[in-house]
């Protein structure tokens, strides 16, 4: 235990302390409020709600963001040659992983912490269901989360932190746009006696497990899948980095 | 303290590491040498347990290192080839989290930390970004994480790579100043290191054992081990070289008439007194010596020749 918190504090120091980091906080928190205000049409609504305006826009923000932080997490690591030195510590590889990938999220906590303004100006305005709005902050870790996840899998996976971002960006994308209705309708067109294929590539979009949190909604299934794709990821890690010394 | 039993390591179909078998005992410092692609550095991964062998094992003090990984690494201290730091800290926090992550506990921390720096000359730049450091100061940072916690077992993989000559002598004394309980594995390619810190010498070339020793059994692998050469005026050379060959202690005797020297070998173990017989055999004979010098074996052609390709009996030599 004592391992995966001093490796969470030396990661948290230096990805805080890293340009990607300002950048990201920085960037996440403009496109995030200004999304809630124009395409959001937060006033145009009329309602004490960020369900639709503010959340909707996260996955779509995370697909493109979030593989920046994760993407150096081994590659960096790989470059310096300190993987190495940490190999020949007397530390098992799971302090490691956990501490290097949760050092991640608290940054990205971090980030939706930094939009408390938009959660003041709207509990400002009007009466705010509470609930939904803190199942909608749920919500949107876990999303912020799984793309980390996966974004630091194929961190492990590549020297280049382009290709890393690169791939994880359109795997995170790719998740967002599955359940779009226009993608559904053009998978319609695709395999239009298929019904099942149609609804099974529909099934694997993160919107689908999202949507119920936006509502104020906290379901077991989508707790399950968010928690079941950080699991896979950060194993498939831990696996592929002992491999490497085999 | 530190032995390879039976070691092997193969990538794909190329054998790294062949039947390496090695021990490392308390008070010695092995330089394990060899030319580029012998398996030096593979070796030292595999110690550390930052590579797992293809066959046999490693062990650190009794401790399979991939069997009992965690408590054989605690007595570990290793610096890696090119010396890998974290660029954004300082050595201070630098030493701090490795020291953590040796579960050096908080009552010892600072004086561990202290120790180490102190021992690597590091206190000027203790608190100095890494990413603005020299090579050598980035070098004995890296240097002074391997000494974090007193370990028993050192493995160093070129220590004085890209240092200056000043920083390359710190380094070796303060090798010598720390061996004496410790069991220290150095690889280099800096013969001349050999001598000053090695009290034994492991030569690998294409992963296999070519030579194994003292580094004085190591000089003497040189061709030109033992030899004096004598440059004189006067006297029969004919004679000379006659007498020289039929005296006590003395190999070979040839002459170099182009030069004016005749060239004597000595037998392996000759005294001292070999030398005044030579002396007396050119004063009676009536020659005036020139010069009167010993050229005793070089490590870089002991080094030569126990690698070079073609070089005979190549499976092993002790």
């Known amino acids: 235990m004592s391992t995966f918190f001093t490796v969470l504090r030396h990661e948290f120091c230096s990805l805080l302390f890293s340009p990607i980091a300002v950048a990201y906080l920085t960037i996440f928190v403009f496109l995030s409020a200004l999304l809630t205000f124009t395409a959001g049409n937060f006033f145009i609504l009329n309602e004490a709600t960020l369900s639709y305006s503010f959340f909707r826009w996260h996955p779509l923000l995370y697909a493109l963001l979030v593989p920046a932080i994760g993407m150096r997490s081994w590659t960096q690591e790989k470059s310096q040659g300190t993987l190495e030195l940490l190999f020949a510590q007397p530390i098992g590889m799971s302090p490691i992983v956990l501490g290097k990938y949760a050092a991640a999220c608290v940054l990205l906590l971090l980030g939706l912490a930094l939009t408390f303004p938009l959660v003041a100006t709207v509990i400002w305005l009007g009466k705010v269901d509470m609930g939904e709005l803190i199942s909608g902050y749920i919500g949107s870790a876990l999303v912020a989360a799984t793309f980390l996840g996966i974004s630091c899998y194929f961190s492990a996976l590549f020297r280049s932190q382009v290709i890393v971002y690169l791939l994880s960006t359109t795997l995170c994308v790719l998740s967002v746009l599955l359940g779009s209705t226009q993608l559904e309708g053009e998978l319609v067109s695709i395999f239009p006696r298929s019904r099942l294929i149609v609804d099974f590539i529909g099934s694997l979009s993160i919107n689908q497990y999202y949507v119920g949190f936006r509502r104020g909604l906290i379901e077991l299934q989508s707790v399950v899948y968010f928690g079941g794709i950080i699991c896979v990821s950060l194993l498939a890690t831990a696996q592929h980095l002992t491999r490497r010394r085999l | ?318």
């Open chain 2, 1 to 318: 303290m530190l032995s390879f039993e039976n070691i092997s390591k193969t990538f794909g179909t190329k054998q790294a590491v062949r039947g390496l078998n090695l021990e490392v005992t308390q008070g010695q410092v092995m330089g394990l040498l060899g030319p580029n692609g012998a398996g030096k550095s593979t070796s030292m991964k595999m110690a550390a347990g930052c590579l797992r062998p293809s066959e046999g094992r490693v062990r650190l003090k009794g401790i399979d290192v991939w069997k009992k990984p965690i408590q054989a690494k605690q007595n570990l201290g290793y610096l890696p080839e090119r010396a890998p730091l974290y660029e954004d800290f300082t050595p201070v926090e630098y030493l701090r989290f490795i020291a953590k992550l040796r579960k050096i506990g908080s009552r010892d921390l600072a004086r561990s930390i202290d120790q180490a720096i102190d021992a690597c000359f590091l206190q000027d730049i203790r608190h100095q970004l890494i990413s603005t450091l020299s090579k050598g100061y980035r070098h004995r940072v890296c240097l002074a994480q391997s000494l974090l916690g007193d370990p028993d077992i050192l493995i160093f993989d070129e220590p004085t790579d890209g240092l200056d000559p000043n920083q390359k002598q710190e380094i070796r004394d303060l090798i010598k100043r720390i061996r004496k309980d410790k069991a220290i594995i150095v690889s280099t390619h800096i013969l001349e290191e050999v001598e000053a810190i090695c009290t034994d010498v492991y030569i690998m070339d294409y992963g296999k054992k070519v030579f194994q020793g003292s580094p004085l059994d190591f000089r003497a692998q040189s061709e030109n081990r033992s030899q004096i050469v004598i440059e004189f005026t006067g006297g029969d050379s004919q004679r000379i070289l006659t007498r020289l060959n039929s005296a006590e202690d003395l190999e070979t005797a040839s002459l170099d008439t182009e030069n004016g020297q005749v060239v004597v070998d000595l037998a392996e173990g000759s005294q001292t007194q070999v030398r005044n017989r030579i002396l007396n055999i050119f004063l009676e004979e009536n020659a005036s010596i020139v010069s009167f010098s010993n050229r005793t074996g070089k490590t870089a052609d002991s080094f030569r020749q126990l690698t070079l390709p073609g070089t005979s009996d190549r499976s092993s030599k002790a």
